[in-house]
C-alpha cells in the first residue's frame, strides 16, 4: 500500500514538472533547457535559419500562447518579436538569462570612425543591442563554457520559481550539467593547445567569446552584417598571407561569396564552422579541433 502512495505521488510530482512548456530562441538554448526540465521545449530559430532575420512561424506563436517560460538570448530577431511573443501567452514569463552575462561588441568595425548604416540590409544587426558607446552586443555568449554555465544557472532558478515542489530535481540536473560543460571545456582547452598560430578567420564574427576564453583572435570577413569593400578584402587578403591564414570558416546561414573570394586569393580553403548546433559539447569539441587543425597547417 505504502508503495503505491510513494508511486502516486512521484507521478503526480513528474507530471506536474513535465507540464513546464519553455520556448528558446536558438538551438544551443535547447541543449540547456532540455537537460534542466522533463516537459515541452519549443526553439524559435530552426535549424538553418538565421537568428538576425528570423520570422516565427504561426504554428510557433501558437505554442507559446500556451507556454510557462521563454528564454530570449539576445539575438536581432528578438527587438521586432520580443514584445509579440511576451503578449501572446497569458501566463508566459520572459526571463532574460544574458543579462547576467558581460557581453562583448561583436566586433571592431571596417573603419574606426565611420558612421555606419543598419538599416535592413541582409544579415545585418538592426534592432541588436547596443553598448552606452554605440558598439553592437556579441549574442552569441552560448560558445564560452563559463557563460555557458551561468545561462544555466539562471534558466535553473527560473524552473525553480515556476515548480518549486521539483526544487531539488532542478538542482540536481544543473549540478550534472554544469559537470558535463565543465568536462567540455577542459577537453577544448586541451585541444587548443601547442598551436602555431591563435588567429583564425570567419565569415561571420560568431567566435569572439570563443576566441577570448581560449587566447585565440578571430578575424571576421564580414563585420556589421555587411561584406567587406575592395580595399577591406584587399586589407583582409593581405593579413591572411602575413599570419599564414589559409582557412576561411563560415556558418551555414549565410554567403560563401567573399570567404570564397578571400579563399582563392590565398590558396586556401573554405571550411563550415556552425554555432548554432544544438549538440553544443560534440560541436564545441569539434570546431575546436578544426580550428587547432586550420592554425596548425
Not at 28 to 46: C, D, N, R, T, W
Amino acid at each position: 500500500m505504502r508503495l503505491i502512495v510513494f508511486l502516486s505521488i512521484f507521478l503526480l510530482a513528474v507530471s506536474a514538472m513535465a507540464e513546464v512548456k519553455t520556448v528558446v530562441s536558438v538551438l544551443p538554448q535547447h541543449y540547456i533547457a532540455s537537460k534542466l526540465s522533463m516537459g515541452e521545449v519549443m526553439v524559435m530559430v530552426e535549424r538553418g535559419a538565421s537568428p538576425a532575420v528570423y520570422e516565427p512561424k504561426p504554428k510557433q506563436m501558437a505554442y507559446v500562447a500556451g507556454a510557462d517560460l521563454y528564454f530570449p538570448v539576445g539575438v536581432p530577431f528578438e527587438k521586432a518579436w520580443l514584445e509579440r511573443i511576451a503578449s501572446a501567452g497569458k501566463e508566459l514569463r520572459v526571463v532574460k538569462c544574458y543579462e547576467k552575462v558581460e557581453r562583448r561588441p561583436i566586433a571592431a568595425h571596417h573603419h574606426e570612425g565611420e558612421a555606419h548604416d543598419h538599416g535592413g540590409e541582409e544579415h545585418g544587426h538592426e534592432g541588436e543591442a547596443h553598448s552606452h558607446d554605440g558598439e553592437i552586443l556579441d549574442p552569441h555568449i552560448w560558445l564560452s563554457p563559463p557563460m555557458m554555465i551561468k545561462l544555466a544557472e539562471c534558466m535553473r532558478d527560473a524552473y525553480i520559481e515556476e515548480d518549486p515542489a521539483m526544487k531539488v530535481q532542478y538542482q540536481l540536473r544543473y549540478q550534472a550539467l554544469k559537470n558535463s560543460i565543465a568536462d567540455t571545456h577542459i577537453k577544448v582547452q586541451n585541444i587548443l593547445t601547442e598551436l602555431k598560430s591563435r588567429e583564425f578567420m570567419v565569415f561571420h564574427p560568431s567566435w569572439g567569446y570563443f576566441a577570448d576564453e581560449y587566447g585565440l583572435e578571430q578575424v571576421a570577413v564580414e563585420v556589421d552584417g555587411k561584406e567587406p569593400k575592395p580595399a577591406e578584402l584587399a586589407e583582409l587578403i593581405r593579413r591572411a598571407k602575413e599570419h599564414g591564414i589559409d582557412t576561411v570558416f563560415v556558418q551555414p546561414e549565410f554567403s560563401k561569396k567573399s570567404a570564397e573570394t578571400v579563399a582563392k586569393a590565398i590558396n586556401g580553403r573554405v571550411e563550415v564552422l556552425d554555432p548554432l548546433d544544438e549538440n553544443w559539447s560534440a560541436n564545441m569539441i569539434r570546431s575546436a579541433e578544426k580550428i587547432k587543425e586550420a592554425l596548425n597547417r
